[in-house]
T-cell receptor, first 112, second 116 residues
Framework: DAKTTQPTSMDCAEGRAANLPCNHS???????VYWYRQIHSQGPQYIIH???NNETNEMASLIITEDRKSSTLILPHATLRDTAVYYC?????????????FGSGTQLTVLP | DSGVTQTPKHLITATGQRVTLRCSPR?????VYWYQQSLDQGLQFLIQ???????AKGNILERFSAQQFPDLHSELNLSSLELGDSALYFC???????????????FGNGTRLTVT
């Protein structure tokens, strides 16, 4: 399974776009990029996933580089409620629960 | 709201005791997953049940056990509790027997267990 590297922490001003990077240089052709977030002491929340095309939903946008070795999660207008730990996970399309592991993630703090 | 319900929200107990945590999955989801998150630790997968049967096992201690009932709710039993068992315990659910890109896990808000 591809390993991911994320910054430990980031700050963002309220109302501005938050851009959270993730490196996954060993990603395989059949592996997806998933993003989850965990607001303090709450359960992780699924945000978005992608294979190679850029994706957008009501929560965020996911930009994947052409070589797929890195990606960026974009929260277009960050609010204080977006303060959370954001996890970038690279896994195949489906699999055993053992294969879905959460690393350390990026602590995003949205500042007023 | 993820649709996954966990009870109780908080639990305080003493070492050596036994507790039961309960999880009701989202309507229509057949799989239930249990995770443990200790202070400043990542989420550790414990065990998964699918339609009443154990499907996958992670780093679950022998003192811990789980089951899924015919109505699909699940219980995680923790016995001979130790101080180190203090943690957040999360339940998640999904439709199929495996998580997939079009069936992501949906997590509850967890049970905070404190062992004193």
């Amino acid at each position: 399974d591809a390993k991911t590297t994320q910054p430990t922490s980031m700050d963002c001003a309220e109302g501005r776009a938050a851009n959270l990077p993730c490196n996954h240089s060993t990603i395989s052709g059949n592996e997806y990029v998933y993003w989850y977030r965990q607001i303090h002491s709450q359960g992780p929340q699924y945000i978005i996933h992608g294979l190679k095309n850029n994706e957008t939903n009501e929560m965020a946008s996911l930009i994947i580089t052409e070589d797929r070795k890195s990606s960026t999660l974009i929260l277009p207008h960050a609010t204080l409620r977006d303060t959370a730990v954001y996890y970038c996970i690279v896994r195949v399309a489906s699999g055993s629960a053992r294969q879905l592991t959460f690393g350390s993630g990026t602590q995003l703090t949205v500042l007023p | 709201d993820s649709g996954v319900t966990q009870t109780p929200k908080h639990l305080i107990t003493a070492t050596g005791q036994r507790v039961t945590l309960r999880c009701s999955p989202r309507s229509g989801d057949l799989s239930v997953y249990w995770y443990q998150q200790s202070l400043d630790q990542g989420l550790q997968f414990l065990i998964q049940y699918y339609n009443g049967e154990e499907r996958a096992k992670g780093n679950i201690l022998e003192r811990f056990s789980a089951q899924q009932f015919p109505d699909l709710h699940s219980e995680l039993n923790l016995s001979s509790l130790e101080l180190g068992d203090s943690a957040l315990y999360f339940c998640a659910s999904s439709v199929g027997s495996q998580w997939s890109y079009n069936s992501p896990l949906h997590f509850g808000n967890g049970t905070r267990l404190t062992v004193t």
